[in-house]
């Protein structure tokens, strides 16, 4: 793990400034000080996961973390180039303003304007995650990538081509001998890359998360809507990921046009199942569900209190809806709200590189 430090050693200090007349000592620890308080707050690099949190599911065991390997998948990440008509990233549907989800649209656009037929889920959280994708299709983070690369409603790209227009890069060289000792570039060394990118994109600072350590406290609304929460959608959405990580038909439909879990499974129990999506950051996420179909929050709990659609795989806990009577609603959304983390929105470590 590689750690940054700007502070000036103690051995320093002592050596040189002993010696120095006691205006110029003075001036210069003045000097000093101005020049510390423009400095970013001191903090270490590195993937760390919070006490309340389960243990990742990704470790690092054969993807050991530097930070080159991570800047080089922060390029990666921001970069078109890997699209086949150089006008799609990552980013552009996993944007760090939304809490690196889409953009107010339903569906994803990719290259040439297709139109995807899922909604961008989040991305942050994923080193706890077993599986990715709304039907948990890919099972390893490290070729999570490839699926979003290679489709051709998104990136429309082949890892063959990615590899070569990276080797005509003379920044890309320039990056992968830092990460990698070796200006050689390959398709595993740009699926880790972005690995180490993707693992650090952790949400974990919302005030939800102040008042679990004790740096906050919710309003009277916000701890009724905490209540609620705990009551009414806990099952699902476990603290303190709010996810169980599991693939539930959460009534959406009579019919399914996208049988979800049920076109990896081949199971007829799976149709219409969908993972349950984090509510970390859901109210910065919208659209929401797997094809963007409500846009605020209050249209999502409208369809659990009173829009249940009753087939043979509905969850068993939607059997009834979720009745929501009087204040509910406003005082879970003011509790919802608290799982912002505005942090991650405005974090320079995961922003789009400065050439």
């Known amino acids: 793990m590689i750690f940054t430090d700007h502070l000036l050693s103690n051995t320093f200090m002592s050596k040189h400034f002993l010696k120095l007349p006691v205006a110029m000592v003075v001036g210069s620890f003045l000097l000093f000080s101005c020049q510390k308080a423009k400095v970013e707050k001191y903090r270490k690099w590195g993937f760390s996961s919070p006490d309340y949190f389960p243990a990742p599911a990704y470790n690092f065991e054969n993807n050991e973390q530097t930070y080159a390997k991570f800047n080089l998948g922060r390029f990666l990440f921001y970069d078109p180039l890997l699209s086949s008509d150089g006008t799609v990233s990552c980013a552009t549907c996993h944007a760090q303003s939304h809490a690196f989800a889409g953009h107010n649209t339903p569906l994803s656009a990719g290259v040439n304007g297709a139109l995807g037929t899922r909604n961008s889920p989040a991305i942050f ?4 995650s077993p599986a990715f994708m709304w039907d948990g299709g890919i099972n390893h983070i ?19 081509n990615i590899v070569l227009k990276l080797q005509q890069s003379d920044k890309y060289k320039e990056l ?9 570039i390959t398709d595993q060394k740009v699926l880790k890359a972005f690995t180490q990118y993707m693992m650090m994109i952790v949400s974990n600072n919302s005030k939800y998360d102040k008042v679990k350590r004790g740096e ?10 905490y209540v609620l ?3 009414k959608c806990s099952q699902c959405h476990t603290e303190p990921l ?17 049988e979800g879990r049920f076109l990896i499974t081949q199971e007829e129990s799976d149709k219409g199942k969908f993972k349950v999506p984090s509510l970390r950051n859901v109210a910065l996420t919208y659209p929401y569900m797997h094809d963007g179909r409500f846009f605020t929050l209050n249209d999502v709990l ?4 009173n829009g249940i659609q009753h087939t043979p795989t509905l969850d068993p806990l939607l059997e009834n809806g979720i009745p929501l009577p009087g204040n509910e609603k406003s005082v879970l959304i003011a509790f919802l709200k608290t799982l912002s983390d505005y942090d991650l929105l405005n974090d320079s470590w995961l922003a789009e590189p400065k050439e």
Not at 143 to 158: G, H, K, S
Not at 176 to 183: L, N, Q, R, V
Not at 216 to 225: I, L, P, R, V, W
Request: aromatic share 14%; no cysteine.
């Open 229 to 231: 929460f705990q009551q």
């Open 216 to 225: 906050a406290t919710f309003t009277e609304a916000e701890q009724q809507g």
């Open 142 to 160: 490290e070729v999570m990538p490839i699926a979003p690369l290679t489709n051709p409603v998104e990136m429309n790209e082949t890892l063959g």
């Open 125 to 128: 959280n994923m080193a706890w």
């Open 302 to 305: 409208n369809h659990y209190s």
């Open 176 to 184: 992968f001998i830092k990460a990698y000792g070796s200006e050689e």
């Open 242 to 258: 709010f996810t169980d990580h599991s693939y539930r038909n959460n009534g959406l439909d009579l019919s399914f046009s996208d």
